[in-house]
């Protein structure tokens, strides 16, 4: 599977950004998906993920009221809508994928992801 993130440019503090990546190669229903993000210096963070079996349906979210993931099955696509963004929030967002969910209550080790989208938010 193929993971291709996009959305990522420079805004100002404040603003929003809709972040998508899309899936080829196979289906999402399959895997367990998130958002992370890593800046420079720093270790990756988790931001949320969902389970790919609407069956199932967990979701962990690490940084509610700002940040919404959601998914939309018919393109094989899930987004992250990042709102009242600041400065801190510069990082390269990475969209990825685990075969496998062990423990609900935090996100997965992921098995693949994308090459990732560059945020900057800067006055």
């Known amino acids: 599977v193929q993971l291709t993130e996009s959305g990522g440019r420079v805004v100002q503090p404040g603003g929003s950004l809709r972040l998508s990546c899309a899936a080829s190669g196979d289906t999402l229903d399959y895997y367990a998906i998130g958002w992370f993000r890593q800046a420079p210096g720093k270790e990756g963070e988790g931001i949320s993920c969902?389970?790919?079996?609407?069956?199932?349906?967990y979701r962990v979210d690490s940084m509610k009221g700002r940040f919404t993931m959601s998914r939309d099955n018919d393109k094989n696509t899930v987004y992250l809508q990042m709102n009242n963004l600041k400065p801190e929030d510069t990082a390269i967002y990475y969209c990825?994928?685990?075969?496998?969910?062990?423990?609900?209550?935090?996100?997965?080790?992921?098995?693949?992801w994308g090459q990732g989208t560059q945020v900057t938010v800067s006055s």
């Open positions: 969902i389970s790919g079996k609407p069956e199932f349906p």
């Open positions: 990825a994928i685990a075969e496998y969910w062990i423990d609900i209550n935090t996100c997965p080790d992921y098995d693949y």
